[in-house]
C-alpha cells in the first residue's frame, strides 16, 4: 500500500477487518468520540461509507433511536462483520448496501448527515467521491470526514479541507489535530 497522494489503494483487504476491532483502538478515537464530533439530532437519516467491521457504526445507531444509519461498503465480506456486530447488539434501526462511493445507489437529498473514517485515501478519486456524497445530501446537510494515525492511506488535513471545499462544501468545524483527525462541513 502506499501512501502518495493520488495513488490509492483500493479497499483494504476484509482479512484484516479484525485490525480494525483492536480494543486499544479508542485510545485514538472511540465510537463515542465520534458521535459527540456528529452531534446528529435522534431522528437523522444518516449514511455512513465504508464502516467495514462497524467499529463506530454501533454507537451512531445509538445516536439516533428514531433515525436510520445506512451502511455503504463496496466489500460485502465487511458488511456481513457489521450486520453481524450490530445484530448482536440489538441494533435495528439500520439499512445495508452494497456499493461504490464513487457511484451511490442512493437518491439525491436524501441524507441529513453522512460520515466517513479512514475511506477517503482508498478511493481512486476522492473528488469524485466527495461530490456523489454531495449529490445524496440535502442542502445544508453534514458530512464528516475522519482520518485516522496509522492508516497509510491517510490524507493530512490540509488537503482534506482543500478537497471538501473544491466540491462545494463549507468546512465548519475541526476536531482533534495531528494525523488524528475529524472535519465537518456543510452541503
Ligand atoms: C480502512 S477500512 C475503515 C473501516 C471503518 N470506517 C473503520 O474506521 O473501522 C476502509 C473501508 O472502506 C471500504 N471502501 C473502500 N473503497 C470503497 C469504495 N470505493 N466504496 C465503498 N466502500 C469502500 C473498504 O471496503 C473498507 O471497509
Request: proline share 8%; glycine share 10%; net charge neutral.
Given at each position: 500500500?502506499?501512501?502518495?497522494?493520488?495513488?490509492?489503494?483500493?479497499?483494504?483487504?476484509?482479512?484484516?477487518?479484525?485490525?480494525?476491532?483492536?480494543?486499544?483502538?479508542?485510545?485514538?478515537?472511540?465510537?463515542?468520540?465520534?458521535?459527540r464530533?456528529?452531534?446528529?439530532?435522534?431522528?437523522?437519516?444518516?449514511?455512513?461509507?465504508?464502516?467495514?467491521?462497524?467499529?463506530?457504526?454501533?454507537?451512531?445507531?445509538?445516536?439516533?433511536?428514531?433515525?436510520?444509519?445506512?451502511?455503504?461498503?463496496?466489500?460485502?465480506?465487511?458488511?456481513?462483520?457489521?450486520?453481524?456486530?450490530?445484530?448482536?447488539?440489538?441494533?435495528?434501526?439500520v439499512?445495508?448496501?452494497?456499493?461504490?462511493?464513487?457511484?451511490?445507489?442512493?437518491?439525491?437529498?436524501?441524507?441529513?448527515?453522512?460520515?466517513?473514517?479512514?475511506?477517503?485515501?482508498?478511493?481512486?478519486?476522492a473528488?469524485?467521491?466527495?461530490?456523489?456524497?454531495?449529490?445524496?445530501?440535502?442542502?445544508?446537510?453534514?458530512?464528516?470526514?475522519?482520518?485516522?494515525?496509522?492508516?497509510?492511506?491517510?490524507?493530512?488535513?490540509?488537503?482534506?479541507?482543500?478537497l471538501?471545499?473544491?466540491?462545494?462544501?463549507?468546512?465548519?468545524?475541526?476536531?482533534?489535530?495531528?494525523?488524528?483527525?475529524?472535519?465537518?462541513?456543510?452541503?
Amino acid at each position: 500500500m502506499s501512501g502518495h497522494h493520488g495513488h490509492a489503494a483500493g479497499p483494504m483487504p476484509y482479512t484484516r477487518a479484525r485490525h480494525l476491532l483492536h480494543p486499544l483502538r479508542g485510545l485514538i478515537l472511540s465510537p463515542t468520540a465520534l458521535a459527540r464530533r456528529l452531534d446528529l439530532p435522534p431522528d437523522a437519516a444518516v449514511l455512513e461509507i465504508g464502516p467495514g467491521p462497524g467499529y463506530f457504526s454501533v454507537e451512531i445507531a445509538r445516536a439516533i433511536p428514531e433515525g436510520t444509519l445506512w451502511l455503504l461498503d463496496i466489500q460485502p465480506e465487511m458488511l456481513a462483520m457489521a450486520q453481524e456486530r450490530l445484530e448482536r447488539s440489538g441494533i435495528r434501526n439500520v439499512r445495508y448496501v452494497e456499493g461504490d462511493a464513487l457511484r451511490l445507489p442512493l437518491e439525491a437529498g436524501s441524507f441529513d448527515a453522512a460520515f466517513l473514517v479512514a475511506v477517503l485515501g482508498e478511493l481512486p478519486d476522492a473528488a469524485a467521491g466527495l461530490s456523489e456524497l454531495h449529490r445524496v445530501l440535502r442542502p445544508g446537510g453534514l458530512l464528516s470526514v475522519t482520518e485516522q494515525v496509522g492508516d497509510p492511506d491517510a490524507r493530512p488535513l490540509h488537503e482534506v479541507r482543500r478537497l471538501l471545499e473544491s466540491a462545494g462544501y463549507t468546512v465548519e468545524r475541526t476536531f482533534g489535530r495531528g494525523r488524528t483527525f475529524t472535519v465537518n462541513a456543510r452541503r
